[in-house]
């Protein structure tokens, strides 16, 4: 503080330093973000493909509706021939 007051040339020279830190700090948490974001959809990619594939090695697991061989469960009839 007190070189401000006894320089207060010497603000234009830290100004910049200052605004760069705080630009540094918003790369950083965007980066950060970025990665977890990253991580998650991994993560959350990978279980979904181990309960996809214990599902199909399941025989007792209900076939889908959109199965060809299922019979129809549309109260109307409309469904798939």
Known sequence: MALF?????AGAFFAPAI???TTMAASSLIVTLAL???CA???FSWISKQRTEQRQADPEAPKS???A???DTR???RGAP
């Open 69 to 71: 061989d299922t019979p």
């Open 65 to 67: 509706t959109l199965a």
């Open 5 to 9: 007051v006894a320089f207060p040339e």
């Open 75 to 77: 109260p109307d009839g």
């Open 36 to 38: 977890g974001t990253l």
């Open 19 to 21: 605004e760069r830190r």
């Open 41 to 43: 959809v991994v993560v």
